[in-house]
């Protein structure tokens, strides 16, 4: 029986928490590897969240909040290096004594398709592949037209598609999970409920190959030439899940079984207008096991906000996660389905069969 094929996660994702200097040029260092897409933000001040990957190049950057185009941001991120980064000034990146943190996930292999060629999708596409750890980053050029289909590399059907057009003045973030189906989409920069619409995957869920986008503009171009780019993911046992839960708004929530011992978990109501909640261990977990401590510290990728508190929402345990906030709609509305995305800190169980050391 094979248990996960990753049994040090930290080799595909981590999260780093470091310190700005506000310095023009500030290393950083830590990561466990070169990463290829980077998640900054400043935990002290309300400044936008920071998106940059190896694929578009450093230092271009997109805000998860924000529909604005991707710009040229000189004093962001201005490298990747072979255990982490270089930041410029940028309070986003370096706040000056500001505490921060970044989420970084590995891809690394180089991607092409010639779509011509290998028949497989309808345009080119381009990028960094992971399929170890079912992630990649994919560049394409838009045509327009609906019923578009776009290869990803993963080699399995992607269980979320992240995507963005790059260069109109306003573009929303359109977003894919296997929960919801390709019938359905979600924004990130939004708070709004799923919706039903065929124009953003054009209801023709993904493919072990491609991926298809429908008649948007956010999604296809509003004209042929348009830039675009995706991160896509697919489960991986022991490492990463894309799943859903159920709210029963109580006190004793769910138990969501993941496989593993979460490091990060990314999650959505999928009803009504509420934000998306990011949390990790690295900022949550206390000296208390398991339990995230007096407070769950939490981000919104749809909004600026420095750190936020709150109660505690749910303890991380060693295989899942346990929702603790009956009272809260953003976690535990009864009769709501909730979507997430998680990845792990370590598998419940190694590739040998030997439970994993606890915290």
């Known amino acids: 029986m094979a248990y996960t094929t990753i049994d040090k996660p930290s080799d595909y994702f981590n999260t780093l928490l470091y310190t700005g200097n506000g310095a023009s040029s500030h290393a950083i260092s830590g990561v466990g590897f070169q990463p290829d897409w980077t998640w900054n933000k400043?935990?002290?001040?309300?400044?936008?969240?920071?998106?940059?990957?190896?694929?578009?190049?450093?230092p271009k950057r997109l805000m998860s909040q924000s529909n604005e185009?991707?710009?040229?941001?000189?004093?962001?991120?201005?490298?990747?290096?072979?255990?982490?980064f270089?930041?410029?000034?940028?309070?986003g990146y370096n706040g000056d004594g500001n505490s921060m943190v970044s989420w970084n996930w590995k891809a690394g292999t180089s991607f092409t398709n010639d779509a011509s060629s290998t028949s497989i999708g309808s345009i080119d596409s381009a990028g960094s592949i992971n399929t170890t750890a079912g992630f990649s980053i994919i560049g394409f050029t838009g045509n327009a037209n609906a019923g578009t289909t776009i290869a990803h590399g993963l080699g399995v059907k992607p269980?979320?598609?992240?995507?963005?057009?790059?260069?109109?003045?306003?573009?929303?973030?359109?977003?894919y999970h296997s929960s919801l189906g390709a019938t359905h989409y979600v924004q990130l920069n939004s708070t709004g409920a799923a919706a039903d619409s065929n124009t953003r995957w054009h209801d023709v869920e993904?493919?072990?190959?491609?991926f298809t986008t429908g008649s948007s503009g956010d999604v296809c171009g509003d004209s042929s030439g348009e830039t675009f780019i995706a991160y896509c993911f697919a489960d991986k046992k022991g490492y990463s899940k894309f799943s859903s839960w159920i709210g029963n708004g109580n006190a004793d929530g769910?138990?969501?079984?993941?496989?593993?011992?979460?490091?990060?978990?990314?999650?959505?109501?999928?009803?009504?207008?509420?934000?998306?909640?990011?949390?990790?261990?690295?900022?949550?977990i206390?000296?208390?096991?398991?339990?995230?401590?007096?407070?769950?510290?939490?981000?919104?990728?749809n909004a600026n906000n420095a750190e936020a508190t709150s109660g505690v929402r749910f303890d991380f345990l060693s295989n899942g996660f346990k929702i603790r906030e009956g009272s809260s709609a953003d976690i535990n509305q009864s009769g709501v389905e909730f979507i997430y995305m998680a990845f792990a800190e370590n598998p419940f169980v190694t590739s040998t069969g030997i439970p994993a050391t606890a915290r």
Not at 159 to 175: A, C, F, G, H
Request: glycine letters at 8%.
């Open 69 to 84: 185009a991707e710009i040229n941001q000189t004093t962001g991120l201005l490298s990747f290096n072979s255990d982490g």
């Open 254 to 284: 769910p138990y969501i079984h993941l496989g593993f011992a979460p490091a990060f978990i990314m999650y959505k109501h999928t009803t009504d207008g509420h934000s998306w909640i990011m949390e990790d261990v690295k900022r949550n």
């Open 86 to 91: 270089t930041v410029g000034s940028d309070s």
């Open 42 to 58: 400043n935990r002290s001040s309300a400044v936008n969240h920071a998106l940059t990957d190896s694929v578009r190049g450093a």
């Open 206 to 210: 993904p493919t072990s190959s491609v």
């Open 286 to 301: 206390a000296g208390n096991g398991y339990l995230n401590g007096p407070a769950s510290r939490e981000f919104y990728p």
């Open 159 to 175: 269980n979320m598609i992240i995507l963005k057009n790059r260069e109109p003045d306003t573009s929303n973030w359109q977003v």
